[in-house]
């Protein structure tokens, strides 16, 4: 499924067992479009970036600004059992059932929508077609005899903002956009019109032996593919939340980088384009959205990172709203405390007073120098 436009006709981004499978030097032929080629894998997320030249136009699909809603209605588009029953696109529905995955694992949410062999890395969208994730699993039966509970539509899908941090960490951006004020939610088949052209067959084959190879199939999503990643993910437009044990003045977003992976303790980097400042941490937990800042991360942190909602503004408060302070604190757990709590909708942390103010109610925001502000 296409989701940024491209002028080169080629991107693809795909899930599942095709990451491994090219990671063992096999092959991937995106139907009607031709053999994908230069992967770049996120392991950990269970990722794949490839290349297709093709010279037909692809068909883009939008990330959703707002965050996901527990319980909303979505459509799962895949390519399920493609060698058993017709090999067109197939759509079904369903619910966002919970906001993680297994063991609380925030890079996920729980979907009711049906999900069978081939599904993997079909678009997740709302019912306006906005993208909300990309499906990846099920609760196996397997597992279910283990626990000894039949569990039904049990299902997951790795979030689109997961997909969208490795998108920027090979330097590709993606579509973002929201629902327009009034406009009509789509019928499901208008939505299968409208998500379907999006949606790609791709035919996995692991390495080819003299006898024959293995072939899987799974669903794709384009994107485009530029640098291969280091030992540091990026991430434009976010700060990594994590302690702080050292700093770096007047430096450049690079020296920031080579800094932090040059020493062993560092897992990952704040940087402030606009003062030249540089933050090394020998931990992350969460990713915060701020304009004002670039972030790096250790790909071995990746699956312990909590994708935040929300999103940072230095020198900015919102006044009122305020239910819970907490004082001698610091901002890291100032954002753990309203993460944890579904009445906070923002916090304030004073720096200077080493307070946190957990906000329950938005107003209208103001300047106010030495207060963070977080808001959902």
Request: charged letters at 20%.
């Amino acid at each position: 499924m296409p989701v940024a436009p491209s002028s080169r006709g080629w991107l693809h981004v795909c899930l599942g067992d095709f990451s491994s499978l090219v990671g063992n030097t096999g092959a991937a032929e995106v139907k009607g479009r031709g053999i994908a080629t230069d992967p770049r894998i996120d392991s950990t997320n269970d990722l794949a970036l490839v290349k297709v030249s093709s010279n037909k136009p692809w068909t883009p699909l939008t990330f959703r600004r707002a965050p996901t809603r527990l319980g909303e209605d979505i459509v799962a588009i895949g390519y399920p059992l493609a060698d058993l029953l017709s090999d067109s696109v197939k759509i079904t529905t369903g619910n966002v059932n919970a906001l993680a995955g297994l063991q609380n694992d925030t890079r996920y949410i729980q979907i009711s929508t049906p999900i069978q062999p081939g599904d993997s890395g079909g678009p997740v969208v709302d019912r306006d077609g906005f993208l909300l994730g990309i499906t990846s699993a099920t609760f196996s039966k397997k597992a279910a005899d283990e626990i000894g509970i039949t569990a039904q539509n049990v299902n997951f899908a790795i979030k689109a903002s997961v997909a969208d941090l490795f998108m920027q960490s090979q330097n590709v951006t993606s579509l973002s956009g929201d629902k327009d004020a009034g406009q009509p939610v789509l019928s499901t088949a208008d939505l299968a019109d409208k998500v379907s052209p999006s949606v790609h067959q791709v035919r996995c084959y692991g390495k080819v032996e003299p006898q024959a190879s293995v072939q899987r199939e799974e669903t794709a999503t384009s994107l485009p593919r530029t640098v291969a990643p280091t030992t540091l993910l990026d991430a434009a437009g976010y700060d990594a939340i994590g302690f702080d044990y050292a700093t770096l003045q007047e430096v450049s977003y690079q020296d920031c980088r080579n800094a932090c992976e040059s020493d062993g303790q560092c897992k990952a980097i704040t940087y402030n384009a606009k003062h030249r400042f540089c933050f090394l941490k020998n931990d992350v937990v969460a990713l915060i959205r701020n304009g004002d800042a670039m972030a790096a991360y250790s790909s071995s942190k990746a699956a312990d990172i909590i994708m935040s909602d929300f999103t940072s503004y230095s020198g900015m408060d919102i006044p009122g709203g305020d239910y819970k302070r907490i004082r001698q604190t610091n901002y890291l757990k100032c954002f753990v405390s309203c993460i944890g709590d579904t009445a906070c909708k923002a916090f304030a942390y004073v720096a200077k007073k080493k307070e946190c103010w957990l906000k329950d109610a938005l107003g209208r925001p103001k300047a106010a120098k030495g207060i963070e502000l977080g808001v959902k």
